[in-house]
């Protein structure tokens, strides 16, 4: 009777004891790269001015649902935070600020894969349109006055 007394309490002891945790799964992995409030996947994307490397983490605004609803009604963008708004076809490329609460900076990338040129600190709500000079494959959403404090300008090159 000691034996099994024993026993269940050895057993009950291992059970209560820290586990290893286990390795992450593929789609907690996945969870991780899609933002907590949009949906969207999440990418690294990193800017290039000289020998400095600004990396952010962008949100993809991949349909044109997607697209059209951009940074809408958001009320927080951390300082490395955006979103991106893939062109295809290439195309000259139109913004407004449209019930969007918080300031933008627009950014506009040329086919070359660099800054053509930069809406800055747009006004919220504003229905006013912000274009790009030229063809755009590429649209970047940061935090207004983000892009002048880090030192990002037209020709500045966009890599994701």
């Not at 490397?53 to 059209?68: G, K, S």
Request: proline content about 6%; glycine content about 8%.
């Amino acid at each position: 009777m000691r034996t099994v007394i024993l026993g269940t309490l050895l057993a009950l002891c291992a059970a209560c004891s820290p586990q290893p945790a286990a390795e992450a799964t593929p789609a907690a992995a996945a969870q991780a790269s899609v933002h907590p409030v949009s949906g969207l996947k999440v990418v690294p994307l990193t800017v290039i001015n000289g020998t400095k490397r600004h990396v952010f983490r962008v949100e993809v605004a991949a349909t044109q649902m997607d697209q059209a609803k951009g940074l809408m009604f958001r009320t927080q963008l951390g300082p490395d935070e955006g979103m991106i708004f893939p062109r295809d076809p290439y195309s000259q490329a139109s913004f407004w600020m449209k019930n969007t609460p918080l300031s933008l900076d627009i950014i506009f990338v040329g086919t070359d894969g660099r800054i053509s040129n930069i809406a800055a600190n747009t006004v919220p709500y504003s229905l006013d349109s912000v274009t790009s000079d030229g063809i755009a494959s590429l649209v970047l959403e940061l935090r207004g006055g983000r892009a002048a404090e880090l030192g990002i300008v037209a020709g500045n090159k966009v890599e994701w």
